[in-house]
Nanobody, 120 residues
């Protein structure tokens, strides 16, 4: 059974920083994309950042220049480094792994979510 465990969330003041981690355990045949999503109260879940197996990254316009997604090459662990945090970054953050099986079926795995609150 594949499990994604998140850590690093918490309360931070505007302008501060946080580093979120997502560690995947269990067997994953092949990872296509790793990403971070967030959902604020009253809003839909949105993609924040993603990184492909080849290392290409994409970011939401609202976080470009402030957030960085990265991964460990030797293990199924990836991170979201967040700088210059704003109150509008407040949300529950979820890590996601998009993969495929040996039979080419598409698979998605989700972390349980971690709360990030940016407030004075």
């Amino acid at each position: 059974q594949v499990e994604l465990v998140e850590s690093g969330g918490g309360l931070v003041q505007p302008g501060g920083s946080l580093r979120l981690s997502c560690a995947a355990s269990g067997y994953i045949f092949s990872i296509n994309t790793m990403g971070w999503y967030r959902q604020a109260p009253g809003k839909q879940r949105e993609l924040v950042a993603s990184i492909t197996s080849g290392g290409s990254t994409n970011y939401a316009d609202s976080v470009k220049g402030r957030f960085t997604i990265s991964r460990d090459n030797g293990q199924n662990t990836f991170y979201l480094q967040m700088y210059s945090l704003k109150p509008e970054d407040t949300a529950v953050y979820y890590c996601n792994v998009a993969a495929h099986s040996r039979w080419y079926a598409s698979l998605n795995y989700w972390g349980q979510g971690t709360q990030v609150t940016v407030s004075s």
